[in-house]
């Protein structure tokens, strides 16, 4: 990675964090403060990656990371669906509010948090959910090379199942904020870099998909 990338992406970190910052300000630890429309849509698509992870593995016993962790809510999800499981968890958020208010939440010795964009040390799984459909430029060579750049140091410490979700179009491009990839080439991307991916539709949210790349 060249110094050009480094700092550009460290200048949107920079403004990934100031985004959040201003919107928990004014909606709180909730859907809206994450830029979720509604808490619906954001539990349908934890839903989806519970789903598509039971099928690659046996949810009994296993490590996960959440990367974009938010409030922690995906972790209740997780515990409310994996009663009979045991679980070492990690979140893992650019905003420090986010990592605070979890720390202090969900303080158990099997569910810790840090103020990373990838796993400390060597996890199960690792998800993703909604964590890079929000962009904070308009340069969308920029924001690909930087969700690589993350999927990239994210899967050297993946033992499973890499999942994360994207908005979906026929064209990619980035409207109003958001960033719409195209399955096929996403797909390819990650097979190239990565492992065997499998793309999951839901009918539900049209213009989702969930990507699940597998060790």
């Known amino acids: 990675m060249n110094l050009f990338d480094e700092l ?16 928990l300000m004014k909606y709180g630890n909730s859907p809206q403060g ?28 296993f490590t996960i990371c ?14 409310n ?17 986010l990592i605070d208010y979890c720390t202090k939440n969900y303080s158990n010795k099997n569910y810790q948090f840090y103020k990373k964009s990838s796993p400390k040390g060597i996890v199960d799984f690792s998800v993703m ?14 924001w690909e090379k930087y969700i690589l750049k993350n999927l990239t140091s994210i899967w050297k410490q993946t033992n499973k199942v890499m999942a994360f979700n994207l ?11 958001l960033y719409y990839t195209n ?9 190239q870099n990565f492992g065997k991916t499998e793309i ?3 009918s539900i949210l049209p213009d989702d998909i969930l990507i699940i790349v597998m060790n």
């Open 8 to 23: 550009s992406f460290s200048y949107l970190e920079y403004k990934i964090n100031n985004s959040y910052t201003t919107r």
């Open 34 to 61: 994450l830029f979720w429309k509604n808490s619906f849509t954001q539990i349908h698509r934890f839903d989806l990656i519970i789903t598509a992870l039971n099928k690659y593995s046996n949810l009994k016993k």
């Open 66 to 79: 959440d990367i974009g962790c938010g409030y922690g809510k995906f972790l209740e999800i997780l515990r």
């Open 81 to 97: 669906k994996l009663k009979k499981s045991t679980f070492q968890y990690q979140g893992c958020d650019l905003n420090n509010k």
């Open 129 to 142: 959910s909604g964590t890079f459909n929000l962009s904070v430029t308009d340069d969308i060579n920029m």
């Open 167 to 177: 908005l979906n179009q026929n064209e990619r491009k980035i409207e109003q904020g």
């Open 183 to 191: 399955k096929n080439w996403i797909k390819d991307i990650c097979e």
């Open 200 to 202: 999951i539709f839901s």
